[in-house]
């Protein structure tokens, strides 16, 4: 079975995109491997994102935030699929990925930024945590191997129509 790199942006890259990266690992069963970035990040991840994380099993070590850029160097892994998670990085100039990788936008409400106690944050980060999950099991019951590029771009588009 093949894997592909997805890499998930966000414009901090502290939060929704590092568990997007964590659950796109844990999650697709070895079908994906996920890296997240941000044109800003913030240098610290979230806690409660990072707890998560931690949680599903994902390595506490790979959890930082990092620059997009990062991902454009000629030794960086080369993206299969690019995935903006808040609506800041979707209307941001992203630089060229090579390989020429499938791009899509999945919105997410930015769980940090909640007013509310932390029982209120972290159920808000569970839910986030959950309609990721959905989306990358929706993601990897396509036939990637087969599928034509104007396809699995509208699928990947429509997956998070929710």
């Not at 093949?2 to 890259?13: R, V």
């Amino acid at each position: 079975m093949k894997n592909y790199n997805i890499l998930f942006l966000c414009t901090h890259n502290s939060a929704r995109s590092i568990l997007a990266e964590a659950t796109a690992t844990v999650y697709s069963r070895g079908r994906l491997v996920g890296y997240s970035a941000g044109s800003h990040p913030s240098n610290t991840v979230n806690p409660i994102a990072a707890e998560l994380a931690i949680e599903m099993g994902y390595p506490s070590d790979k959890l930082r935030s990092k620059h997009w850029s990062e991902f454009t160097r000629p030794n960086a892994p080369q993206m299969n699929f690019v995935i903006t998670v808040c609506d800041q990085a979707a209307n941001e100039s992203c630089p060229v990925w090579l390989g020429q990788p499938i791009r899509a936008h999945w919105g997410f409400v930015d769980p940090s930024r909640l007013e509310g106690d932390d029982v209120f944050k972290r159920k808000a980060f569970l839910d986030l945590t959950n309609r990721l999950r959905k989306s990358i099991e929706d993601l990897c019951a396509l036939p990637l191997d087969v599928m034509d590029r104007g396809v699995l771009q509208k699928k990947l588009t429509d997956i998070h129509g929710f």
